[in-house]
């Protein structure tokens, strides 16, 4: 008549250790599964490139699809300021190729107006104007390729090659994201 205390106590350490696998798995999983999608819709993006840049901010770990958007924005905004510097500060060297130069001056304005503009897709993405972001996104995609034709042109090796192909894929990992969170959030 008394509640069997075999299966209370089965049913207490069954839900125990759901929690515990959803504390320690749960958002592993969020990385993976998200990473897994962009890669098969975007071949641009590597899966190993997906998850390793995610996992650089902590707050992946616990997260949903729409703060991975957000954190993979800020993570391209990041990565492209940096990148400005290291060309400002090539810029300053004494001797070097007027051509080199004059794509090195190209490469940073498109930065610079990457920068601002990525400011306008964090504030676009926490409005919610999905729309507004993915364009302001794709325009960031372009402002790396673009950069690299530069050199290109004159069979020049780019200072910014390793750069460039981070922040391209960097750019394409935040669209895709974005793009898949704002499919899901209609
Ligand atoms: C991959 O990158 C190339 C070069 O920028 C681009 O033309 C193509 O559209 C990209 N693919 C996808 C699926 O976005
Ligand atoms: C830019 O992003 C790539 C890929 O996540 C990373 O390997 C690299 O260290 C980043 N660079 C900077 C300066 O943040
Ligand atoms: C960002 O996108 C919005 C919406 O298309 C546009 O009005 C704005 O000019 C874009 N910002 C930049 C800096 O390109």
């Known amino acids: 008549m008394s509640p069997c205390p075999s299966v209370s106590l089965f049913l207490i350490f069954f839900l125990t250790s759901l929690q515990a696998a959803s504390a320690d798995g749960g958002n592993?999983?969020?990385i993976d599964e998200t990473c897994k999608k962009c890669t098969q819709e975007d071949p641009n993006i590597s899966y190993r490139?997906?998850?390793?840049?995610?996992?650089s901010n902590p707050d992946s770990h616990h997260t949903d699809l729409g703060g991975l958007g957000l954190i993979s924005i800020k993570l391209l905004r990041h990565?492209?300021?940096?990148t400005r510097s290291y060309t400002k500060k090539l810029l300053k060297s004494k001797k070097?190729?007027?051509?080199?130069?004059?794509?090195l001056?190209?490469?940073?304005?498109?930065?610079?107006?990457?920068?601002?503009?990525l400011k306008e897709a964090i504030r676009a993405y926490k409005d919610e104007k999905y729309d507004d972001t993915k364009i302001n996104l794709s325009s960031v995609i372009d402002a790396s390729t673009t950069c690299e034709d530069g050199f290109a042109e004159k069979d020049m090796a780019s200072p910014l090659?390793?750069?460039n192909k981070d922040a391209f894929q960097l750019s394409a990992l935040a669209l895709s994201i974005v793009t898949m969170y704002s499919r899901s959030s209609y």
């Not at 490139?49 to 996992?55: D, G, N, P, R, T």
């Not at 990565?79 to 940096?82: A, D, L, Y």
């Not at 070097?96 to 794509?103: N, R, T």
């Open 28 to 30: 592993t999983n969020i």
């Open 49 to 55: 490139f997906c998850v390793a840049s995610l996992e």
């Open 79 to 82: 990565n492209m300021t940096h």
């Open 96 to 103: 070097m190729d007027p051509f080199i130069k004059a794509c």
């Open 105 to 117: 001056q190209d490469c940073l304005e498109l930065y610079s107006d990457a920068v601002s503009t």
């Open 161 to 163: 090659a390793v750069r």
